[in-house]
């Protein structure tokens, strides 16, 4: 399905990133595995999907930074030669009910989270609209529908996504290459890890599939997005939260 296909995955050391690169590497993709910090996690995924016979590289770069991600993707395109599939995953959350959010916990939010986005597509962009059957892809969140409690700085990034997704759809059409998006509710990584007990408990309640998401909830999506059978769906959000309102 993603035979031979070259895939970067921002964020692709832990969590959801991490059981995308594999699922991507599982079938048959040259995956890239980005990550900020994570060396060693970074570098278990790549023996992951190289253990199942797939090709994989690590390459550090905080897609907040534009000039590293340059460098990024100069490596990736000497490594793999043009990129097909970008999933725009890395995330970060710094909660604080806005009364209390700091410019600074808003801007590094909006930095990694929105700016990171901008930057990696950029960068890759001419690779995916030159691929045959090019996607990005791009993780919201469930937060950017609802909006959530003490995430003002997280939900405006993940409803930004909508807007850009859809616009890259649009600039990407003619070129057959496809933009969307994914909406997860909440799932069971480091990320929701930190958030209070007593709030998970208080979510779970609102889900009617009554369990968080896990990741393999996600990576399907993902699988089906970056193959060919998505030809005719570009601009989407595709919601993946347990049925939870909005
Ligand atoms: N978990 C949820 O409930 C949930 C729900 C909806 C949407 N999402 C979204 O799904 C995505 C992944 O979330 P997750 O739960 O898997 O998070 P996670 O477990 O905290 O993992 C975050 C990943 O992003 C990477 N990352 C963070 N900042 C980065 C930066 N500046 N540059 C490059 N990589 C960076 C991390 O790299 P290091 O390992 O090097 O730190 C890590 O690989 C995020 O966009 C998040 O907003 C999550």
């Given at each position: 399905m993603c035979t031979k296909q070259t895939c970067v995955i921002t964020?692709?050391?832990?969590?959801i990133g991490r059981g995308i690169a594999i699922e991507l590497g599982n079938r048959g993709a040259n995956v890239v595995v980005n990550y900020r910090s994570s060396d060693g996690a970074a570098q278990e995924v790549v023996e992951t999907v190289e253990t199942a016979g797939g090709s994989a590289i690590a390459l550090q770069a905080d897609v907040a930074d534009y000039d590293a991600v340059e460098s990024m993707c100069e490596e990736i395109n000497s490594a793999f030669?043009?990129?097909?599939v970008l999933v725009n995953n890395a995330g970060i959350t710094l909660d604080r009910k806005f009364s209390n959010m700091s410019r600074s916990e808003w801007e590094a939010v909006i930095d990694v989270n929105l700016t990171g986005v901008f930057n990696c597509t950029h960068c890759l962009f001419d690779d995916l609209r030159a691929a045959n059957h090019g996607r990005l892809i791009n993780i919201s969140s469930v937060v950017g529908q609802q909006g959530n409690y003490g995430q003002a700085n997280y939900a405006t990034t993940k409803s930004g996504l909508f807007g850009f997704t859809r616009t890259l759809a649009l600039e990407m059409a003619e070129s057959g290459s496809t933009a969307n998006c994914i909406a997860p509710g909440f799932v069971e990584t480091d990320m929701l890890e930190t958030v209070p007990e007593r709030v998970r408990d208080h979510i779970l309640e609102r889900i009617p599939l009554d369990r968080f998401a896990t990741v393999d909830d996600v990576t399907g999506i993902v699988r089906f997005l970056a193959?060919?059978?998505?030809?005719?769906?570009?601009g989407q959000v595709l919601a993946v939260n347990g049925g939870m309102e909005w």
């Open positions: 964020g692709g050391s832990r969590g030669g043009s990129v097909d193959s060919p059978e998505s030809s005719y769906m570009t």
